[in-house]
């Protein structure tokens, strides 16, 4: 893995915490709006790693 796999793995474990943080303080709409960031930085992800790798 390179250092890139992990800054992404990492803003999505972070958008993950914030968003559990805000489910349990009571504010749930904005819980499940962060909660929906955790796939969309994966598939960021993603998508940056096979536009670099091209053939």
């Known amino acids: 893995m390179k250092t890139a796999d ?3 793995l990492t803003a999505a474990f ?10 349990f303080t009571g504010q ?17 992800g993603g998508f940056v790693r096979s536009a670099i790798r091209v053939p």
């Open 6 to 8: 992990y800054v992404l």
């Open 28 to 44: 749930r709409d904005e819980g499940l709006f962060v909660g929906i960031w955790v796939p969309s930085i994966l598939a960021f």
């Open 14 to 23: 972070l958008s993950f915490v914030f968003s559990v943080y805000l489910w």
